[in-house]
């Protein structure tokens, strides 16, 4: 019944070591995004993808890729993850952008940096 | 910039009171608003989706508000359990984001 998975739930990695998460949905929905939410904070977005139409934040550090290979997928990469890069990182998705849609989101991923 | 408060921080009522939670957002033109319940070390979990043109949506014991010219939200929550102890979120969609605009939401502890 899962409709947003995430793996890992729980990954640990290196300082300056690039670290992947990953993200799939069964919705089939259009929009998927990425939230990186710290201790204490709240969700932040730091970027979505309406089908394969990648829409950066304007405050998104470089450090942070995504890809969307299919309409399932999508992943974040953290090219060299710093010690204040650990966060709770949660996926959601929407059917489509604009009004009245509701976001579903999956069990999030917690990253750890060493 | 959109920005949401909530109010307040932290909550510790007994078991089977009603309660208030407080939302509020800074720019009126929103698409809707949901309510999300966290649990410590968790995802989100999805309460309820208030659209712009309504006024209010109820799931069990919860109900949520929306005064949308007045940038308010409030979720209610009946006869409180030890069960309800959660983190709960308020967020926007809309405002000039592209995303969910949430609040730091509050911690609520129901104690048995």
């Known amino acids: 019944d899962a409709m947003v998975i995430q793996n890992p739930r729980y990954q640990v990695t290196q300082f300056g070591k690039p670290v992947t998460l990953s993200c799939s949905q069964t919705?089939?929905?259009?929009?998927m995004y990425w939230y990186q939410q710290k201790s204490s904070q709240a969700p932040k977005l730091l970027f979505h993808?309406?089908?394969?139409?990648?829409?950066n934040e304007a405050d998104t550090p470089d450090n942070f890729q995504s890809r969307r290979p299919n309409t399932s997928f999508c992943f974040l990469d953290i090219r060299s993850p710093g010690l204040g890069d650990a966060a709770m990182y949660l996926c959601?998705?929407?059917?489509?952008?604009?009004?009245?849609?509701?976001?579903?989101f999956g069990p999030g991923t917690r990253l750890t940096v060493t | 910039k959109q920005e949401v408060t909530q109010i307040p921080a932290a909550l510790s009522v007994p078991e089977g009171e009603n309660l208030v939670l407080n939302c509020s957002f800074t720019?009126?033109?929103?698409?809707?608003l949901q309510w999300f319940r966290q649990d410590p070390g968790k995802g989100l979990t999805s309460l309820l989706l208030?659209?712009?043109?309504?006024r209010e949506q109820t799931s069990g014991r919860l109900n949520a508000s929306l005064d949308k010219s007045s940038g308010r939200s409030t979720l209610y929550i009946a006869a409180s359990q030890p069960g309800d102890s959660a983190t709960y979120l308020c967020?926007?969609?809309?405002?000039?984001?592209?995303?969910?605009?949430f609040g730091k939401g509050t911690h609520l502890i129901i104690q048995p």
């Open positions: 959601a998705t929407s059917r489509t952008r604009g009004s009245g849609h509701e976001q579903y």
């Open positions: 919705l089939n929905h259009n929009v």
């Open positions: 993808y309406y089908d394969k139409d990648f829409n």
């Open positions: 720019d009126s033109a929103i698409y809707n």
């Open positions: 208030i659209q712009s043109s309504q």
């Open positions: 967020a926007v969609f809309g405002g000039g984001a592209d995303g969910l605009t």
